[in-house]
């Protein structure tokens, strides 16, 4: 199995220097490769494959000598990341890969290889040793290394190891160890059991504060010093923010892997969702789509199960108990009498419960 494994390392200043040389020069020879890939195809219709690409790195660096500085197998595997998005685009129906912009804060680069690691230090290519913070054992072996930092001026590395096992097979289920899971806005989780997992709204609960900050940046100079320690200020609420909301669904995400052979859940468009104006924010702030995706690969680990079934299905609408369809049930509804069977539903344990009855009639 395949792991990431990610350590906060301190470089010095005279290090700093040269990651951001690193940071700027793949994310240059990413976006020159794509416009020269681009162009070849729109005027000439010549397809430019990534052998091609990685020969017109010589080229490159011979017009813009200060590549020269940086480690060649960064700006080699910024070439093969473009390789992979257009793989992506012909073939998953990904978008057509864009330009990479600075102020979008692509600051990272990976190494394949010719890097060595010990218990509290580093050894990168042009950079030498830097001081790593490895608060977990590495299990298996390395292999590709990304270098990051964030917008508050943090830096990491992450490690991608293989420990040459292969993942355990799913464990066989019934309904009685499957469970349902219904996301919402104001309760983040309702569990066919009938329990509630109340939303934290992280990000809501911190709106006046970045509110504030957002003013003092606006009123600040452009390109002074007051402003960028007001943008970094802004910065560091917005890493907070999301390092609460990261810790919630881990922890969520462990407890229901943990207890249950099998989850299901509803499969949401969430892009859809965020063009609603009145609930953007509060979908975004939800996190449901980076949640299913801890559910996945931790359930994958551990040999559990995660269903999803259509967004399309009425699970809100059918009673749990006799199958009737409530069609003209509205969102304001939050509970509801079934005219057929008598039964009183709380609309979000009676879509969890509808949701774990469609995934085992999908599966059996």
Not at 238 to 265: C, G, M, P, T, Y
Not at 336 to 349: A, K
Request: with cysteine; hydrophobic share 35%; charged share 25%.
């Amino acid at each position: 199995m395949k792991r990431g494994n990610r350590y906060r390392i301190y470089p010095t200043n005279e290090q700093k220097v040269l990651l951001e040389k690193h940071f700027g020069c793949t994310r240059f020879i990413y976006n020159k490769l794509l416009e020269i890939k681009s162009i070849l195809y729109k005027r000439c219709k010549i397809s430019v494959s990534e052998f091609d690409l990685n020969k017109h790195l010589l080229v490159l660096k011979e017009v813009y000598p200060w590549l020269k500085e940086v480690n060649s197998g960064a700006l080699q595997q910024a070439s093969r990341n473009l390789n992979s998005a257009f793989n992506h685009f012909f073939k998953d129906g990904f978008g057509y890969p864009q330009k990479k912009r600075k102020k979008d804060h692509h600051f990272s680069f990976q190494l394949p290889q010719h890097y060595e690691l010990d218990s509290s230090r580093i050894l990168l290519p042009k950079l030498g040793w830097i001081k790593v913070k490895m608060h977990r054992d590495i299990k298996g072996e390395m292999k590709t290394l990304t270098v990051s930092r964030t917008p508050t001026g943090k830096y990491y590395i992450s490690i991608l190891t293989d420990d040459g096992e292969k993942s355990p097979e799913p464990e066989p289920f019934s309904h009685a160890t499957l469970i349902g899971i219904d996301v919402g806005l104001t309760t983040f989780a309702t569990l066919s059991t009938g329990e509630k997992i109340d939303n934290p709204k992280f990000l809501n609960n911190s709106l006046e504060r970045l509110k504030c900050l957002q003013r003092r940046v606006s009123k600040k100079v452009i390109g002074s010093k007051n402003r960028r320690k007001a943008v970094h200020k802004l910065a560091k609420l917005h890493e907070k923010i999301a390092n609460q909301r990261h810790d919630f669904q881990h922890k969520v995400s462990n407890r229901l892997v943990s207890e249950n052979q099998a989850i299901a859940v509803e499969t949401l468009n969430i892009k859809g969702m965020m063009k609603n104006h009145y609930r953007a924010q509060s979908t975004g702030d939800s996190g449901w789509y980076s949640f299913v995706l801890k559910l996945q690969y931790k359930a994958e680990w551990l040999g559990k199960t995660v269903i999803k079934i259509s967004q399309w299905l009425p699970s809100s609408k059918t009673c749990s108990v006799c199958g009737y369809k409530h069609l003209n049930l509205t969102e304001d509804i939050r509970e509801w009498i079934c005219p057929v069977c008598g039964n009183i539903h709380d609309r979000d344990i009676n879509a969890a419960i509808n949701i774990k009855n469609f995934a085992v009639g999908t599966t059996v």
